[in-house]
């Protein structure tokens, strides 16, 4: 089934401890978001990739590096976890312009101890 | 910088009634506007999509939506809710190639 595969589930991590959140797609689309979901707050995009080999920074990319060396793969990185990125985080994908919507993945259940 | 303001965090119906989600948009041109749904522990599922061609959408499961220029407005409505139907809805508006979201409203459906 064509879609956007993300793991773990869940996970819980110490404080300090270096993290990567994978997520890849089988839809060769070019565009792929990492978005973090806290409770009143919404979904806040962290880091984005219009296509492979470039990235940019969205409204929350304190703490967190991504990278996009092919299209299918997008790992997000926290290199020092903090308690405050305990979230649940999200990535997405988009073939198109922007009017093609998105296709999300199940999410990563992050706890930061 | 786009932004959509959800009213209310919460709202309850009773099984039947009619289900109303407020959206509004902040935005200098017609952006393109969008509904997903979000049923417990899942990801984000696409319900409708505005992109300047009628101004009222029709979505999945009985959903739909109208802009309004005037309003800044893209509420979403279903005339008869079902227990199915609760869920956190989350509005989002396009700001370039990304998406910008509400924080969401919760429904929660009584018999």
């Known amino acids: 089934i064509a879609g956007i595969t993300q793991a773990p589930t869940s996970q819980i991590l110490a404080a300090g401890r270096r993290m990567t959140l994978r997520c890849t797609q089988d839809?060769?689309?070019?565009?792929m978001y990492w978005y973090r979901q806290d409770l009143g707050l919404g979904l806040r995009l962290i880091h984005y990739?219009?296509?492979?080999?470039?990235?940019g920074k969205g409204e929350v990319p304190d703490g967190y590096s991504v990278s996009r060396a092919n299209t299918d793969d997008f790992p997000l990185t926290l290199a020092s976890a903090v308690p405050s990125q305990t979230s649940v985080y999200f990535c997405?994908?988009?073939?198109?312009?922007?009017?093609?919507?998105?296709?999300f993945g199940s999410g990563t259940r992050l706890t930061v101890v | 910088a786009q932004s959509v303001t959800q009213l209310g965090s919460h709202v309850s119906v009773s099984e039947g009634a009619l289900v109303l989600l407020r959206c509004n948009y902040s935005?200098?041109?017609?952006?393109?506007l969008f509904w997903y749904v979000q049923y417990p522990n899942q990801g984000l599922q696409l319900l409708l999509k505005?992109?300047?061609?009628?101004?009222l959408v029709k979505g999945i499961n009985g959903f739909e939506a109208e802009f309004k220029k005037s309003e800044t407005s893209f509420h979403l409505t279903k005339p008869s809710a079902h227990m199915s139907d609760a869920a956190e809805y989350f509005c989002?508006?396009?700001?370039?190639?990304?998406?910008?979201f509400g924080t969401g409203t919760r429904l929660q459906v009584f018999p």
């Open positions: 997405a994908s988009k073939q198109g312009p922007a009017n093609y919507g998105y296709t």
């Open positions: 839809m060769r689309h070019n565009a």
């Open positions: 990739s219009n296509t492979a080999g470039t990235t």
């Open positions: 935005s200098s041109v017609p952006p393109y």
């Open positions: 505005y992109t300047s061609a009628a101004t």
């Open positions: 989002a508006v396009t700001w370039g190639d990304k998406l910008i």
